[in-house]
C-alpha cells in the first residue's frame, strides 16, 4: 500500500521560503505524476503545483508561479516543494498526491493517493 508523508512545515515570516518534502513508502513513483495541493480554512481544496513522472514537465498554479518551484528524485521517491516569498494567502495545509497515468493535472479527483498534509503558516 503507497503512503505519502509530508513534511517542513511551519511558520514563517513573509517574505521567507520554506522547502516542503514528500516521502512515498511502499511503492515506487517512478512513472507517476505528482502533485501539490493546499487548504486554506473555510477553503476549498486549490492546485498549487505537479510534475510528470520524468520530472520534464511541471505546471503551477498562477498564484504561485515565479516563486514556487516543484521537483522530484524518483531514487529517493521524494518530490519537493520549494517556496520562496511567501506570502500570508500562502497559508495553509499543504498536501502531496499521485496520480497514476504519469501525466500531471490541476484536478484533485484524478490523484489517487494522498498525503496527511502539512501545515505552513505565513504570518505579515
Do not use: H
Amino acid at each position: 500500500q503507497l503512503q505519502l508523508v509530508e513534511s517542513g512545515g511551519g511558520l514563517v515570516q513573509a517574505g521567507g521560503s520554506l522547502r516542503l518534502s514528500c516521502a512515498a513508502s511502499g511503492r515506487t513513483v517512478s512513472g507517476y505524476a505528482l502533485g501539490w495541493f493546499r487548504q486554506a480554512p473555510g477553503k476549498e481544496r486549490e492546485f498549487v503545483a505537479a510534475i510528470s513522472w520524468s520530472g520534464g514537465r511541471t505546471y503551477y498554479a498562477d498564484s504561485v508561479k515565479g516563486r514556487f518551484t516543484i521537483s522530484r528524485d524518483n531514487a529517493k521517491s521524494t518530490v519537493s516543494l520549494q517556496m520562496n516569498s511567501l506570502k500570508p494567502e500562502d497559508t495553509a495545509v499543504y498536501y502531496c498526491a499521485l496520480e497514476g497515468t504519469g501525466w500531471p493535472t490541476r484536478i484533485s479527483n484524478e490523484y489517487d493517493y494522498w498525503g496527511q498534509g502539512t501545515q505552513v503558516t505565513v504570518s505579515s
